[in-house]
């Protein structure tokens, strides 16, 4: 018998700062040849990105992330990545491309709020000042030592972080303490959150 689905940041409710995505469809695709490109383009109904990180949308529920020069992140709403793998199955078929579901590699956690830049920055090289990290940019870079995709989705800012499963705890507990400052935070969580953070600290050496 097939239990629940549960995120691995089940519970997780830290108001418009900090808050999870569980369960967003995330499909990988190589095509190396124009033809592929522009199949996969066409069957999502927004071409690709081709500017190294950048990122391209068909609708507020599903955009297309460049990672490398033949390589993309098809992310779109839960539950529909059965539908995505199909259609972009179909159209990279003959030998312009290749899909793979990786939808349960990554969890995707939302910050938001004018501080955010400052919040990433403690623990983040990029430079994600406006004049070189705007909306409609991604990267694939390290948030205090756990590999991220960072997507920065407005101006508000807001910017999404796609992290394996794994280290999903161990970075939320991260951002909570980085976020201590700008919120007002219980004492107790705040303890709470050192302590966990010190746990996965120490077992992740980092």
Known sequence: MTGERR??????????ALRELPFLAQIGIRARSPEGRAAAGSALGCPLPEAPNTTSAASDEQSVLWL????????????????????????LA????????????????????????????????????????????CAQTMVARAAVILEQRDD?????????????GYLTDWLHDALEEFT??????????????SVRATSLNV
């Open 156 to 168: 508000a800012p807001t910017y999404r972080l796609f992290v394996r499963g794994s280290f999903a």
């Open 94 to 137: 003959g030998g312009l491309g290749a899909v793979v579901d990786l939808s349960a590699n990554r969890t995707t956690l939302e910050l938001r709020g004018p501080h955010v830049g400052d919040v990433l920055a403690k623990g983040c090289a990029l430079d994600l000042h406006r004049r070189a990290f705007t909306p409609g940019r």
């Open 184 to 197: 007002a935070a219980s004492p107790s969580r705040s303890s709470a959150s050192r302590r966990h953070r």
């Open 68 to 91: 490398g020069p033949s390589e993309w992140l098809i992310v779109g709403p839960p539950d529909s990545e059965a539908t995505l793998e199909a259609t972009l199955g179909v159209a």
């Open 7 to 16: 995120s691995p940041l089940a519970g997780l409710d830290d108001g418009v």
